[in-house]
């Protein structure tokens, strides 16, 4: 599915939950859209360049279900995460901001530094009781300020219920945040419909566009309420107004900007995104759900570490062989792409995995189950 459109490399490839496969077209945009007006030493160049990250928004809005004009570019989820951490200030009596212990570790890091707002973090307990709203009760307290939500669990392989998680926090006057690093892409993401403050995410994994391309969308409820502290001339109303003395936030989203904006990631990750767009987001979580129970129906479901059980998982997983070592060996002789999480091996799919590459994954590993 698609295959023929990415670098493909021999064997089989089960690492978009890490990396993406680069798509034939990400050099090509790379060249045609940054580097040819650059070297060419073109005027007007900034209008080129700020033209790409235009196109990677409308991009992106229809695949993660959101506005063009209410998404932010953004370096990385950990750089977003602090600039809406610091940019709302808690209303009397929320001291708390809840998070889950099985969140990727970036996300409690940059979560961490709210004790210099006098904020405490609380961490939800890991487990696949996270499948049920009530599990996350913690965060719907009058106490808690931010309730952040992981839409798709990078090592649980577990997918929250997050319209009903994002429903309740927000009917006690919580603040929330999704993010959606490994699910957009892969899960249908419907940012604007789950109604939350704020979504995080990368082109990194799923999207297939490499670092340097993460973004932000923010609810136009909640935007002019923001006042993001690290600000540059991207965050301003108008950039190219160049007063110095006369900074005022721009209106919506691209407040979160901050100063010059890293142009060539945005190149890249256009390639991913206009190939996932094209071929649909559900149709590709059908398909990747599809190789999923080919997977499950070849592998005993006591081998899996991860989250298996259909409409609650992503497109990850975790295999703990009995012999774990000679398995990874067997898997690199074999040319299928993996990592190692949580005491077993990591793998994933997405549209260009097909048949035969489950196939050759499950006739490697069953020998050392």
Request: contains cysteine; proline residues 5%; glycine residues 8%.
């Amino acid at each position: 599915m698609h295959s023929e459109y990415f670098n493909t490399p021999a064997g089989a490839y089960f690492l978009s939950h890490s990396v993406g496969l680069m798509p034939h077209a990400a050099r090509r945009e790379i060249d045609e859209s940054f580097l040819a007006p650059w070297a060419a030493g073109e005027t007007g160049i900034w209008d080129k360049w700020l033209a790409i990250a235009d196109r990677f928004r409308e991009s992106l809005a229809p695949l993660i279900g959101a506005q063009v004009s209410d998404i932010c570019p953004q370096t990385n989820i950990s750089s977003a995460l602090s600039k809406i951490l610091y940019s709302l200030k808690p209303a009397a009596g929320r001291k708390k901001i809840v998070l889950c212990e099985e969140d990727f570790p970036t996300v409690g890091f940059a979560l961490s530094r709210c004790g210099q707002l006098g904020l405490e973090p609380v961490f939800i307990n890991s487990g696949r009781h996270l499948v049920d709203p009530d599990a996350w009760s913690e965060g719907f307290g009058d106490d808690v300020h931010i309730l952040h939500v992981t839409h798709v669990f990078s090592n649980l392989g577990l997918k929250s219920p997050v319209r009903e998680i994002v429903a309740r926090a927000r009917s006690k006057g919580v603040i929330t945040i999704v993010d959606a690093a490994q699910s957009a892409g892969a899960v249908a993401v419907d940012a604007a419909a789950w109604g939350a403050d704020f979504l995080t995410g990368t082109s990194l994994k799923y999207l297939c566009g490499g670092p340097g391309a993460a973004f932000l969308w923010v609810n136009p409820e909640i935007a002019g309420k923001c006042a993001p502290v690290d600000v540059g001339w991207f965050s301003h109303e108008n950039p190219f107004e160049f007063d110095i003395r006369r900074f005022r936030y721009a209106k919506g989203a691209t407040r979160f900007w901050g100063g010059t904006p890293s142009v060539a990631p945005l190149a890249a990750a256009l390639a991913g995104a206009k190939l996932i767009g094209s071929a649909g987001v559900r149709g590709i979580e059908t398909h990747n759900q599809s190789l999923f129970d080919r997977v499950t129906k070849k592998i005993p479901a006591t081998s899996f570490l991860s989250h298996t059980a259909k409409g609650e998982r992503g497109s990850s997983f975790i295999i703990r062989p009995a012999r774990k070592a000679d398995a990874a060996a067997a898997m690199r002789e074999a040319n299928i792409a993996f990592d190692e999480r949580a005491g077993g091996l990591r793998f994933s799919l997405h549209l260009y995995n097909d048949e035969a590459d489950v196939d050759l994954l499950a006739d490697t590993l069953t020998p050392f189950l």
